[in-house]
């Protein structure tokens, strides 16, 4: 059941929320032990969360998410709710405040039934990287969910919550969504406030929905964005109605196809889709060019692997077992303990991005390489604006090959990187995209992403609902 059916229905009494809280975490019991979603899952809360909507609907006090069972990625943080961000340097960490969407979805009145498993510090493509375990895609167990909003794309797809938060600093709840056939959006980066969100790179960090279908990331989108001082980089600009523009068709639309999303190493079955996908908004009444060129996107992957490890290092300067989290104690000196505790803290991928980032930023290189990756940002942003001008909306594919084997990239950290080549630009720029299913390729799910620019978050939404509407894809389920 969707988000906006299950208000329906809360709405007109058919049903309680403690009624549909109770068949989330049943359907969890259920499926939990295979897809292995959640690194916590909040069932006496949720159950108390229930009933206090049900008290709010009993009032009349209701909004869109009031008494909707939700989960929250475990890098958000959750007053009195354990959260680990998939690592064992949190491992016990309980934050003492709610981050601000946390507290909006509270103050809507939505039901957090738990925290979803992820990617250590969302540092990967697959949630392998979790220091507790990997999450399993529900139309494929042999599969990866994608990541590092993995837990979160798996949850809403097995039916484990109505919808799911993530976070997306490359890629990673487009690329899951995608993976897991669910809509994945990632705002404009400032539309929603990352106060609570630990941090992996804040520059390109940006908190966003997961969820069944393109109305529910709307109204999710309604209740989780807007302006807040709290976040210095929070945007103070207007946050219209976003379910005003779910509209069933695309005449007057200019829709443009950039060429280098689509290198012919893509598998073609994903270019198959893609292009079905392209055709379909043509007979909504979209115009397409695919005469569109943003010559500097080959470079974006080498620039995200610069600025955001660089900022990674920064961030993760601040777990050094003194403060909180994990802290080693049998060292013979405080130094010695500093360096255990990083040692034993930290995953593989972690400790990658550490020391990539430190070489970047060191002395003799920051010019060659920071610097560089900086003005090279730039560029891709210009590239962007330029293309904006002419076209309401980009298409694209959201990743070059359907979900892969659980354990078949995790030893090629450079073929795993590649997993997030078509969504890596997008937050390089800042700009919102979308994600939504387009079809399936030999039983697994494949997306197609929509790019519009900044804070035009209305034309990403006209142009995926339509498309939506249009096809049944959205309508599937994993045979879980």
């Known amino acids: 059941m969707t988000a906006h059916e ?4 809360l709405r007109e009494r058919e049903v309680t929320s403690r009624q549909l809280t109770e068949a989330v975490l049943a359907r969890i019991r259920e499926v939990e032990g295979r897809v292995k979603a959640y690194v916590s899952v909040t069932e006496d809360i949720a159950l108390r969360q229930a009933d206090a909507a049900d008290a709010r609907i009993a009032r009349g006090e209701v909004a869109p998410l009031t008494g909707v069972p939700v989960c929250v990625k475990d890098v958000i943080c959750t007053k009195g709710i354990r959260t680990t961000c998939g690592s064992r ?7 003492p405040y709610d981050a601000f969407v946390t507290r909006r979805l ?9 925290k979803a498993n992820m ?26 969910p994608g990541g590092s909003s993995g837990g979160s794309a798996a949850a809403a797809a097995a039916g484990e919550c109505s919808v799911a938060l993530g976070s997306d600093t490359g890629g990673s709840i487009r690329q899951p969504g995608a993976f897991c056939g669910v809509v994945g959006l990632k705002p404009t980066y ?28 709307a109204i999710t989108l309604n209740c989780i964005g807007g302006y807040d001082a709290c976040d210095s980089t929070s945007a103070n600009v207007e946050m219209p109605d976003f379910t005003h523009f779910l509209q069933r068709d695309l005449r007057g639309m200019r829709i443009g196809i950039p060429r280098e999303y689509l290198p012919d190493e893509m598998d073609a079955s994903v270019r198959q889709s893609f292009e079905e996908a392209v055709t379909v908004m043509q007979s909504l009444g979209a115009t397409v060019d695919r005469d569109v060129s943003l010559p500097t996107t080959p470079y974006a992957l080498a620039v995200y692997y610069i600025i955001a490890p660089s900022e990674a290092m920064a961030n993760l300067a601040r777990y050094d077992g003194v403060k909180y989290g994990f ?8 130094w010695d303990n500093m360096e255990r505790t990083r040692q034993y803290g930290f995953g593989d991928e972690v400790k990658r991005r550490i020391m990539l980032g430190t070489f970047a930023l060191s002395a003799g290189y920051y010019d060659a390489y920071y610097l560089k990756a900086q003005k090279v940002r730039t560029l891709i942003r210009r590239e962007f604006d330029a293309a904006f001008a002419k076209y309401d909306a980009l298409v694209t594919p959201v990743t070059p090959t359907p979900a892969f ?22 937050n390089i720029a800042g700009i919102p995209g979308i994600s939504v299913p387009a079809g399936f390729s030999d039983g697994l799910p494949v997306g197609v992403q929509v790019l519009a620019k900044p804070f035009d978050e209305g034309s990403l939404f006209r142009v995926a609902y339509a498309y939506e509407q249009a096809t049944a894809w959205h309508n599937a389920h994993p045979p879980l």
């Open 106 to 114: 509270l103050d809507a009145g939505a039901v957090i039934v738990g």
């Open 119 to 144: 990617d250590e510090f969302a540092m990967g493509s697959s949630t392998e990287n979790s220091a507790f375990f990997p999450t399993h895609n529900p139309w494929d167990l042999e599969r990866v």
């Open 405 to 426: 084997r659980i354990g078949e990239k995790v030893d090629d950290p450079y073929a795993m990187y590649l997993s997030d080549i078509f969504t890596l630009p997008v």
């Open 6 to 9: 299950a208000g329906r229905l």
């Open 190 to 217: 400032g539309r929603v406030s990352r106060f609570g969100l630990v941090a992996f790179a804040s520059s390109l960090d940006q908190i966003g929905p997961l969820t069944r279908d393109v109305e529910d990331a």
């Open 327 to 334: 802290s080693y104690q049998e060292g013979e000196s405080m």
């Open 89 to 95: 340097m949190l491992e016990n960490f309980v934050p």
